[in-house]
């Protein structure tokens, strides 16, 4: 209807995946690129999850568009399937004859079993792709887990991508299902698009669509666009087509930000629409590439994060020396304790009660007995916390670019530094995330927030204490040492590490490092920063805090 008014061949907004309208931000390269090398990881499960909206499926295309053509490839799209359900579908993606009548599991898992060997034995490797993974039951999952039990003296026969929603990574981490989530050897949060990406995501779809003139979005309007579509490229599709509709409706060929406004009251509903008018100077959400920056060197790179009050900083230093692991364990036991009793205390508490900023005044001070008290740390009246952290093994971690999507990856209790209008900046203890909102402590009592309206009061910049590697305040003293202790926690971690009888080499440990970083779902650069230690903390057992579970 209003193409030919602003100069267009055709309506650039559908939300239909048209493959002409392509736009690959640098997280979803990154997200094809964890795919992509999922694929030479020797069989097990890869992992992408994402909000709705966007660019799963943008991503699995290009994915599809890539597979080495000595891969054979089942697709699987709908998967509210029972375990039989599942076996037939698979067999008949492999195109796997089945005899008639075939009804138990183990009718399907032979004949496919005999295939897989056929089809290694012929050179070739066979991926199962999973989209909308988060509908997949328990039952579906385990099954899933062991058709990867399919193998041969050296590798795995069946690699299987799966494809969903948050919830997903929220799935695989119960009890029940840790055996699988032990398989998984690459995993990605595709985030959404930040403001630059969104501006530039526009152009490119009202390029494509045969925009020849000057762009109908000035850039207040743009930077709206962004805060109100939250960074989701099918969100912005709906907000741009509904305001060039409203634009074309009143004869202005420049669309405003009193037009984008409406279109956004016409296409979202109030609860998403309406925290989103905040004034939003910087993305929420970016990507999980915030390790802390060092200068590359030959061999791995260690991040050294400096507690300073001012920020952040990181360089490259040689690797820390490493002390008994039983000081690491013993360090670790006020955490394990505090943790514990915040759990037992969190279950058997009532649901927190909702808040809204701005009828709160948060203090720093009691953030941070907040976030001590987590970690079972003592934290005296005047002491700095993180002079008192140190003595404890602990350190302080600062970000001033980060995200949720990195808060729910480290999962861990975090200080964010909140800023409001009219109001000074101060800290509020985040210690509980889900897909919809935040848990902060607000004098002692959990209450939740809304995802948006947090949005509208956080720019990105929060602190968190991490447990340090055994004499890590010496690692430019002793790199081997570090080094060794590296290897050694690696070693413990399925699908990373092979079987050896010596220390790995320079080069085999930093293929170890990378291969863990994408099993994290972070940008493997072989660089050992301190988010990187986090994670190898966590995938290693070291008691350490964790994000309350919604109730």
């Given at each position: 209807?209003?193409?030919?008014?602003?100069?267009?061949?055709?309506?650039?907004?559908?939300?239909?995946?048209?493959?002409?309208?392509?736009?690959?931000?640098?997280?979803?390269?990154?997200?094809?690129?964890?795919?992509?090398?999922?694929?030479?990881?020797?069989?097990?499960?890869?992992?992408?999850?994402?909000?709705?909206?966007?660019?799963?499926?943008?991503?699995?295309?290009?994915?599809?568009?890539?597979?080495?053509?000595?891969?054979?490839?089942?697709?699987?799209?709908?998967?509210?399937?029972?375990?039989?359900?599942?076996?037939?579908?698979?067999?008949?993606?492999?195109?796997?004859?089945?005899?008639?009548?075939?009804?138990?599991?183990?009718?399907?898992?032979?004949?496919?079993?005999?295939?897989?060997?056929?089809?290694?034995?012929?050179?070739?490797?066979n991926v199962l792709i999973i989209d909308e993974a988060q509908n997949l039951s328990a039952d579906v999952l385990e099954q899933l887990r062991l058709l990867t039990n399919l193998e041969t003296a050296e590798r795995k026969l069946l690699q299987v991508v799966l494809i969903g929603q948050p919830e997903l990574r929220g799935m695989l981490a119960r009890p029940e299902l840790e055996q699988l989530a032990q398989r998984v050897i690459a995993r990605f949060h595709l985030g959404a698009l930040s403001e630059a990406e969104t501006a530039q995501y526009i152009r490119h779809r009202l390029n494509v669509a045969g925009l020849s003139g000057a762009l109908p979005f000035d850039a207040a309007s743009l930077r709206l666009i962004h805060q109100l579509a939250r960074g989701v490229p099918r969100r912005i599709n709906l907000l741009c087509d509904r305001a060039l509709l409203g634009g074309y409706a009143g004869g202005q060929a420049q669309v405003t930000r009193g037009i984008v406004r409406?279109?956004?009251?016409?296409?979202?509903?109030?609860?998403?629409?309406?925290?989103?008018?905040?004034?939003?100077?910087?993305?929420?959400?970016?990507?999980?590439?915030?390790?802390?920056?060092?200068v590359a060197g030959a061999g791995l790179t260690w991040g050294l994060q400096r507690p300073s009050r001012a920020g952040t900083a990181a360089v490259a230093v040689a690797a820390p020396a490493a002390s008994s692991p039983a000081s690491a364990a013993s360090a670790a036991a006020p955490a394990a304790s505090a943790s514990s009793a915040a759990s037992a205390a969190s279950s058997a508490a009532p649901a927190p009660e909702p808040l809204r900023l701005a009828d709160w005044t948060?203090?720093?001070?009691?953030?941070?007995?907040?976030?001590?008290?987590?970690?079972?740390?003592?934290?005296?009246?005047?002491?700095?916390?993180c002079t008192a952290a140190a003595q404890r093994g602990l350190q302080c971690y600062r970000s001033g670019n980060g995200s949720l999507s990195l808060i729910r990856l480290m999962d861990r209790p975090v200080l964010l530094t909140l800023q409001r209008p009219g109001q000074p900046s101060a800290l509020a203890a985040l210690v509980g995330l889900d897909g919809q909102q935040a848990t902060l402590l607000v004098d002692g009592a959990p209450r939740r927030v809304a995802l948006p309206e947090l949005a509208g009061a956080w720019r990105g910049e929060f602190t968190t204490f991490w447990r340090v590697p055994p004499d890590y305040a010496h690692r430019a003293e002793n790199g081997a040492a570090l080094r060794d202790w590296l290897a050694a926690q690696l070693a413990g971690v399925p699908g990373i590490a092979a079987a050896a009888s010596a220390p790995p080499g320079a080069a085999e440990l930093n293929r170890q490092v990378q291969a863990f970083q994408a099993s994290q779902g972070l940008q493997p650069d072989g660089r050992v920063g301190p988010i990187t230690l986090m994670q190898i903390n966590r995938a290693t057992g070291v008691a350490e805090p964790r994000l309350d579970v919604a109730r």
């Open positions: 209807m209003y193409a030919t008014f602003f100069g267009l061949k055709q309506a650039p907004f559908s939300i239909a995946p048209d493959p002409h309208y392509l736009f690959m931000s640098e997280r979803h390269r990154e997200a094809l690129a964890h795919l992509l090398y999922g694929l030479d990881g020797g069989g097990g499960f890869v992992l992408l999850t994402g909000e709705i909206g966007a660019g799963k499926t943008t991503v699995c295309r290009c994915f599809l568009e890539q597979i080495p053509a000595h891969c054979n490839v089942a697709y699987i799209f709908n998967p509210k399937l029972t375990v039989t359900e599942l076996l037939q579908a698979i067999c008949d993606e492999f195109h796997v004859p089945v005899r008639p009548g075939a009804q138990t599991v183990k009718d399907y898992v032979d004949p496919l079993n005999a295939f897989l060997l056929a089809q290694h034995a012929a050179g070739r490797n409406q279109a956004a009251a016409e296409v979202f509903d109030a609860q998403h629409a309406a925290p989103a008018t905040r004034r939003v100077s910087a993305p929420v959400v970016m990507g999980l590439a915030v390790l802390a920056a060092a948060p203090r720093d001070g009691d953030a941070w007995a907040a976030l001590a008290q987590r970690w079972g740390l003592p934290l005296s009246s005047g002491a700095d916390p």
